[in-house]
């Protein structure tokens, strides 16, 4: 079984000031996923339709009062409505090409407790994968346990390490807007280098895209979440979506130009 994230960013216009769809990218990803006829769970960022939402009402913030939970209460509900209209416009996209995509809404399963997954049944998600369907999953706004913020942003990273565990997945394809992991950010630093291997002893600059609206702590979220995967024995490949046929080639198993999280 693989596991493959499709980054927001690929599939968004990241930095637009309403959620955007990149069609050219959407169209030829969902063309390149539909090469792969094995098990597969697909994963996809929230790109331009969560992050707007999820700055603007501060969820995952500490609620102030009873005005600042009613606020908090309208900003989950958006940004929920907005992450799942991007769900079911990929899956209707995967639908055209052949995939045969169930959209599984996070929020209806998955808990958090301080930012970090704590319920989360996946028995019917393995079912969906027996039946030959591909569930696609993506980042959500959630409930968390913590009586402070009470909701919280899951990451489609976070998901994708907490699936790969459970449902032991062969092989785990990131795809981003990048080559894979720089010395530093490649779109602020032309000096910066692709990093092939990344270990927990790789000194890295780990920024959280300062410049950017994302809110789920990019790159270096992503690091971090594929690190502990890699503690657990399972290794991960971060490569570009950008590039035409890297998805195609990847899915199929074939070497791609990246970096390999170990
Ligand atoms: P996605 O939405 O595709 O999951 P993110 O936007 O969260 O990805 O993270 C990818 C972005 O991280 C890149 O566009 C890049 O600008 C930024 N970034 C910051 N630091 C680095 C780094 N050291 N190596 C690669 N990318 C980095």
Request: proline share 3%; with cysteine; net charge negative.
């Amino acid at each position: 079984m693989i596991i493959l994230k499709i980054g927001g960013s690929a599939i968004t216009k990241k930095d637009a000031q309403e959620p955007t769809i990149d069609e050219v990218n959407l169209d030829r990803i969902a063309q390149e996923v539909s090469a792969y006829n094995d098990d597969m769970v697909i994963v996809h960022g929230a790109g331009s339709y969560g992050h707007i939402y999820a700055k603007k009402f501060g969820i995952g913030d500490v609620i102030s009062n009873v005005n600042d939970h009613l606020y908090k209460l309208e900003g989950v509900c958006r940004t929920q409505a907005s992450v799942q209209l991007l769900n079911y416009i990929i899956c209707e996209k995967l639908h055209e090409k052949g995939v045969p995509a169930i959209g599984i809404k996070p929020s209806s399963f998955i808990e958090t407790n301080q930012k970090r997954i704590c319920v989360c049944d996946t028995k019917l998600i393995q079912k969906y994968i027996d039946n030959g369907f591909v569930p696609v999953l993506y980042g959500d706004a959630v409930l968390d346990q913590n009586e402070y913020f009470k909701y919280a942003i899951l990451s489609g990273d976070q998901i994708i390490t907490y699936l790969a565990k459970k449902l032991k997945a062969n092989r785990v394809i990131l795809s981003s807007d990048v080559d894979g992991i720089y010395t530093d950010n490649p779109k602020t630093n032309p000096d910066a280098k692709l990093i092939d291997i990344v270990t927990k002893d790789t000194d890295l600059l780990l920024t959280e895209n300062e410049n950017q609206a994302d809110v789920t702590g990019g790159m270096a979220g992503k690091i971090r979440e594929l690190l502990d995967l890699a503690e657990d024995g399972i290794e991960s490949h971060i490569i570009n979506a950008e590039t035409p046929g890297n998805i195609k080639l990847a899915v199929s198993g074939q070497k791609v130009k990246g970096t390999i999280i170990k």
